[in-house]
């Protein structure tokens, strides 16, 4: 069936680049989410990409697209302590009104 | 302010009374839905709902009912409770747009306990 995987934890220094990486597994996917939650929180939609489309850029985040992997991964760039958070990749199944969600990254960032 | 609402935001119950955590959208969304969210297990979809007076199963829907009378509305209702349903809870929505982005909306969540 579907999947989506992701590492549990991730903890970087503030100011380095955070790479939180994704796996899926259903190959017809139209788009792949981003989403970021803060404690106490639902989940807030941080960026998106289309399945035809390797990269998008927008301000600190850059998310990559490997198809042929079925892997995604988002990059923060100069991270702060503002980004601790969880953030789960997750997938719209194609020709549905399914969404399947990763198990979330938790990012630790370090003063 | 477009939002969706979900309400308690906290709940303690005891096993076997019925309970609903309503969730309310301001967008004139057409699709709705309700998540789980448990450690380790990342959101797992309990049921959706396309548009008024149709709803269907998600991944995870034991347990659980649904109704959605109007489009803004969609409770989600547990009958008989048990302490394997404590787990967070989130309601979503979107613009129903077929194949097009649609990204979801979340409520903040309702953390239910049942002991």
């Known amino acids: 069936g579907e999947d989506v995987e992701q590492s549990l934890f991730l903890s970087v220094r503030e100011g380095d680049s955070s790479v939180i990486n994704c796996t899926y597994t259903?190959?017809?996917?139209?788009?792949l989410y981003w989403y970021k939650q803060e404690p106490g929180a639902g989940l807030q939609l941080l960026t998106y990409?289309?399945?035809?489309?390797d990269m998008k850029q927008d301000q600190r985040l850059t998310v990559l697209l490997n198809k042929k992997d079925k892997h995604l991964s988002l990059r923060i760039a100069d991270t702060q302590t503002g980004d601790s958070a969880i953030y789960f990749c997750?997938?719209?199944?194609?020709?549905?009104?399914?969404?399947?969600f990763g198990t979330g990254t938790r990012l630790k960032v370090l003063a | 302010e477009a939002q969706v609402t979900q309400n308690p935001r906290y709940l303690i119950t005891v096993t076997g009374k019925k309970l609903t955590v309503t969730c309310s959208q301001n967008?004139?969304?057409?699709?709705m839905s309700w998540y789980r969210q448990d450690p380790g297990l990342g959101l797992r979809q309990i049921y959706y709902?396309?548009?008024?007076?149709?709803?269907d199963k998600g991944d995870v829907p034991e347990g659980y009912k649904v109704s959605r009378k109007e489009k803004r509305n969609f409770p989600l209702i547990l009958e008989s409770p048990s302490p394997n349903q404590t787990s967070l809870y989130f309601c979503?929505?979107?613009?129903?747009?077929?194949?097009?982005?649609?990204?979801?909306?979340f409520g903040n969540g309702t953390r239910l306990t049942v002991t």
């Open positions: 979503a929505s979107s613009l129903d747009r077929g194949p097009y982005n649609s990204p979801l909306h």
């Open positions: 259903d190959s017809s996917s139209t788009y």
């Open positions: 990409i289309f399945s035809n489309m």
């Open positions: 997750a997938e719209r199944i194609s020709g549905t009104y399914k969404y399947i």
């Open positions: 967008m004139n969304h057409e699709y």
């Open positions: 709902s396309m548009n008024v007076e149709v709803t």
